[in-house]
């Protein structure tokens, strides 16, 4: 058997096949060094780990995340828990699995939906994206589609970003390539 020769492996079709794999590996390696990965707690407790909103009138972020059974995602005007921060509620339970939108958190829901479909998974992350514009938010998966939408008449700024799970449950939190929105190692754009 003939071994190719260099000129045979240089072809223009090898060269494109070449840059394209060099293009795609240098592309997801800067896309990785470009995420953050924030572990929760076990108290049930909102941590705050990155920095100010740059542009608080047009918040627009997505996120992946990975528990069990309960994530929470709020967005609110101070670094730490408030009477006034919205809040996105994500649950698998044995009867259910909901979403709810709050103006405070664990107060009455502004907005809820229940599906039949499991929302978070315990070994497997799952994307979400939210939106926040003129008191309009809106929570979605990461294909695009809208799950649950709500206005609030009395809208308040918002400027930091708060994550959670459930008490008794650890989750991790990743936020990837959003950079627009924040400073710290996080990015934040849909």
Not at 7 to 20: A, E, K, N, V, Y
Not at 95 to 116: G, H, V
């Amino acid at each position: 058997m003939a071994r190719p020769t260099l000129s045979l492996l240089m072809s223009p079709g090898h060269i494109c096949q070449l840059c394209f794999i060099c293009f795609t590996t240098l592309f997801s390696l800067s896309r990785s060094s470009e995420c953050s990965n924030y572990k929760t707690g076990i108290m049930g407790k909102y941590k705050y780990p990155m920095d100010m909103l740059d542009d608080q009138d047009n918040i627009n972020f997505h996120f992946k995340v990975k528990v069990m059974k309960y994530a929470y995602v709020t967005l609110s005007p101070v670094a730490h828990d408030t009477t006034n921060q919205y809040e996105i509620a994500i649950g698998n339970s044995e009867q259910a699995n909901t979403l709810a939108i709050r103006r405070c958190r664990q107060c009455d829901d502004e907005k809820s939906i229940t599906t039949r479909y499991r929302l978070l998974e315990a070994n497997e992350y799952k994307e979400f994206w939210v939106k926040l514009k003129s008191g309009r938010l809106e929570f979605g998966h990461f294909n695009g589609t809208i799950l649950l939408s709500w206005t609030d008449m009395y809208a308040f700024d918002t400027r930091y970003v708060g994550i959670a799970t459930g008490a008794g449950l650890s989750g991790d939190f990743v936020f990837c390539n959003n950079s627009k929105y924040a400073s710290k190692q996080v990015s934040w754009q849909v």
